[in-house]
């Protein structure tokens, strides 16, 4: 039996003006995959009938089985539910979210999972927030900006660094927060270093680039949990 047709955390992406739309969605990427509705049933571990069902009625499954269909369908829940059209991350609700305190050493496993971040800043113009591609090299986070977008720092400047993840589907996700004192690099060793080790082609690029290194003097984080019901 499929799950109980209570879709929680994903909001009016399917409880409004979307019912039917999944459906829709679902047929189109299964016969962009080339797969029979029965072939699509046994991935998601359902029955051929209720796909028809799905496809053809203003169906609101669970997302447990949603979870399932994308996953037999190659595809995300907030593809088949419209969640990517035009919506910013974390606007669906969150019921039964429980937000919990990351110790340091979860934090430091998570800033090593991601490669882009933001780092706040002082300006010639004021406060700013600035996207970053980083590297975590000896306890400490680097990341290569353009020549004129940070004033000339002087020893021991503070800064601020922030990085996080957002699962909109599941209305779960982290936030991890990195205060320290920021430097830039100008050893040619430890440059070269540096680029050996980031993730991609930085971002800031060009002979007038440089590199930031922040040593972290506090680490802080957040998780967000949402309990969902599966019956």
Known sequence: MPDKPLLQG??????????????????ARREQLGLTREEVAVRAGSAPGYIQYLEE????PGIGFLLRLADALETSVMELTGGTA???PGTGPAPQAELVELDVEECRTLLGTHGVGHVAVATYDGPAILPVNYAVTGGEVAFRTPPDALPPMAPGSEMAFEVDHIDD????????????TACTVTDPETLREL?????STP????????????????????????????A
């Open 86 to 88: 035009d919506l910013p």
């Open 195 to 199: 680029d050996e080790l980031a993730y």
């Open 10 to 27: 994903l909001g009016t992406h399917v409880h409004g003006s979307c019912r039917g739309d999944i459906g829709r969605r679902v047929a």
């Open 169 to 180: 589907a599941l209305c779960r996700g982290w936030s991890v927060l990195v205060v320290g």
């Open 57 to 60: 009625q203003p169906a609101t």
């Open 203 to 230: 971002w800031a690029d060009g002979d007038g680039a440089h590199w930031v290194t922040l040593t972290p003097t506090r680490i802080t984080g957040r998780r967000v949990n949402v309990r969902y019901s599966h």
